[in-house]
């Protein structure tokens, strides 16, 4: 394979977790293929006179702590120099995330994923395309139609759409004599977007998977088991990784989303479930490689680099 130029648009570097960071795992199995590594973030790209180009740093990585990465060049870039981009850096997904992609549009160089897939694949409302696969879902902002939704549940999660990690999400009981007054407060601090709201799953309790899907295809499972006294899985609010297999749910999870994924030319996905449940479609920058790695053994970086030197 010839070596490649890569550039990851990613949070800054230093701010990296070194023994969790998904874009850590993916750039030092980069390196170790002889591939040629830049970085920036998303507000060193730029548009000027017709080119896209980026304030890109070359950069060698390792898993090492508080040494994780060595800075050799500094360059201001056409975004065109390089053979392959990925997005990787982590929602909010706003008008800054959404108005980067218009940018990354422009450039003919491979971008993964896609910046038109990133923006059609809204990561919680793009399930709403899969009703027979989802919880029941509400979206909207009328709090007597969300409590009128919440009276057919014993108790009803609400989210913000576009955050990430668990942030912005509550549980709410019905039976709540201050549930309006609740609803109220957490869509007002939504802003002018909609919320959605879900029937809560009791087993949750017992964990949820994220399935890694790549190019379409289902590659392994995860478990996360969510803290004592919460109902929220993911690692940023104190959730556990533990060893999970793909099921027969799972897979069939997988193979209805893989149409939209591949229209949408999405090669890295993580498919949040619960209990043969689609719960979320997450393509702007999905992590637990490296947890994956420690409690499987599987590999997701040397997969997901084996099909990007295909078609690069």
Do not use: C
Not at 110 to 121: D, M, S
Not at 202 to 221: I, M
Not at 262 to 283: H, T, Y
């Amino acid at each position: 394979m010839t070596s490649l130029r890569i550039a990851v648009q990613m949070d800054p570097i230093e701010k990296m977790i070194v023994n969790h960071d998904t874009s850590l795992a993916l750039m030092v199995e980069a390196q170790a293929r002889g591939h040629e590594l830049w970085w920036f973030t998303p507000n060193d790209l730029f548009y000027d006179t017709g080119v896209v180009k980026a304030n890109a740093r070359r950069v060698s990585v390792s898993f090492t702590e508080a040494a994780h990465y060595e800075t050799h060049e500094e360059a201001v870039r056409s975004v065109d120099d390089f053979d392959v981009v990925l997005v990787r850096q982590d929602p909010p997904f706003d008008m800054g995330y959404v108005s980067n992609t218009y940018l990354l549009e422009l450039v003919d160089t491979l971008v993964i994923n896609p910046p038109q897939g990133i923006r059609n694949i809204s990561e919680k409302m793009s399930i709403l395309q899969f009703p027979e696969l989802t919880p029941t879902t509400w979206v909207g902002r009328d709090v007597e139609a969300l409590e009128a939704f919440a009276k057919r549940f014993d108790q009803v999660v609400l989210k913000i759409l576009f955050m990430m990690g668990g942030e912005g999400v509550i549980k709410l009981a019905a039976s709540d004599p201050q549930f309006k007054k609740k609803a109220r407060a957490f869509i007002s601090a939504a802003g002018r977007e909609p919320i959605l709201a879900q029937e809560f799953l009791p087993a949750v309790s017992g964990g949820d998977k994220r399935v890694f899907v790549l190019n379409g295809e289902p590659f392994a499972a995860l478990k996360r088991l969510p803290k004592a006294g919460d109902f929220r899985a993911n690692l940023a609010v104190g959730g556990q990784a533990a060893a999970g297999e793909l099921d027969d749910d799972d897979r069939a999870i997988a193979a209805a989303v893989a149409p939209l994924l591949q229209r949408e030319g999405i090669v890295f996905a993580g498919l949040d479930v619960i209990a043969g449940k689609l719960i979320e479609i997450n393509v702007t920058s999905p992590t637990l490689a490296q947890e994956l790695k420690r409690l499987s053994g599987l590999d997701l970086p040397k997969a997901f680099w084996d099909r990007v030197e295909a078609i690069a």
